[in-house]
T-cell receptor
Framework: AQSVTQLDSHVSVSEGTPVLLRCNYS??????LFWYVQHPNKGLQLLLK??????LVKGINGFEAEFKKSETSFHLTKPSAHMSDAAEYFC????????????FGKGTRLHILP | GAVVSQHPSWVICKSGTSVKIECRSL??????MFWYRQFPKQSLMLMAT?????????EQGVEKDKFLINHASLTLSTLTVTSAHPEDSSFYIC???????????FGSGTRLTVV
């Protein structure tokens, strides 16, 4: 079985400070992991993905995430927050090896304080 | 890059009428498309998976007679909400995948309001 837990429903940071959005996963197989961002009333945009290559994955807009198998984590980080980063972020894990469905976390709302 | 177009972006309809939402992959052939529903401030809930030329696979609790899915070609899937009721009001999002192991590209979503 596959599951993903986003540990914080809301995160608030000041503009220019680091961002950390936490995600833990559970998987019976080697997982593929993704981070998506959703702005209000918009679809989802892929930030980055891990598919068993390099454990440190760099994405768009300065975001990156590190796959840590020992901690079953895939936390999303950014060195310096920008106002435009305010959005909903979803951690996603792929399901069983042959199944093409993906499992969404419940999301983390990122607030950027001026 | 892969682009998925979802139309309309918003729609208001009267109770009892049907609404069709289209999802098109613009620059790739999507062997599999997915339909999600998202309630306010909640995550995405997978409704169904459709493969081109075959019947959709619905998730538990999703009424297949109410949410009709058609995937007639490799670039188009449609979701029809039949006999819509106010409780069907929601944000519906589609995604498309090129093939096994391919990435997922999401549409921009459709805000459905049933009055």
């Amino acid at each position: 079985a596959q599951s993903v837990t986003q540990l914080d429903s809301h995160v608030s940071v000041s503009e220019g400070t680091p961002v950390l959005l936490r995600c833990n996963y559970s998987s019976s197989y080697s997982p593929s992991l993704f981070w998506y961002v959703q702005h209000p009333n918009k679809g989802l945009q892929l930030l980055l993905k891990y598919t068993s290559a390099a454990t440190l994955v760099k994405g768009i807009n300065g975001f990156e995430a590190e796959f840590k198998k020992s901690e079953t984590s895939f936390h999303l980080t950014k060195p310096s927050a920008h106002m435009s980063d305010a959005a909903e972020y979803f951690c996603v894990v792929s399901r069983a090896a042959r199944d093409d469905k993906i499992i969404f976390g419940k999301g983390t709302r990122l607030h950027i304080l001026p | 890059g892969a682009v998925v177009s979802q139309h309309p972006s918003w729609v208001i309809c009267k109770s009892g009428t049907s609404v069709k939402i289209e999802c098109r992959s613009l620059d790739f052939q999507a062997t599999t498309m997915f339909w999600y529903r998202q309630f306010p401030k909640q995550s995405l809930m997978l409704m169904a998976t459709s493969n081109e030329g075959s019947k959709a696979t619905y998730e538990q609790g999703v009424e297949k007679d109410k949410f009709l899915i058609n995937h007639a070609s490799l670039t188009l899937s449609t979701l029809t909400v039949t006999s819509a009721h106010p409780e069907d009001s929601s944000f519906y999002i589609c995604s498309a995948r090129r093939g096994l192991g391919g990435g997922y590209t999401f549409g921009s979503g459709t805000r459905l309001t049933v009055v």
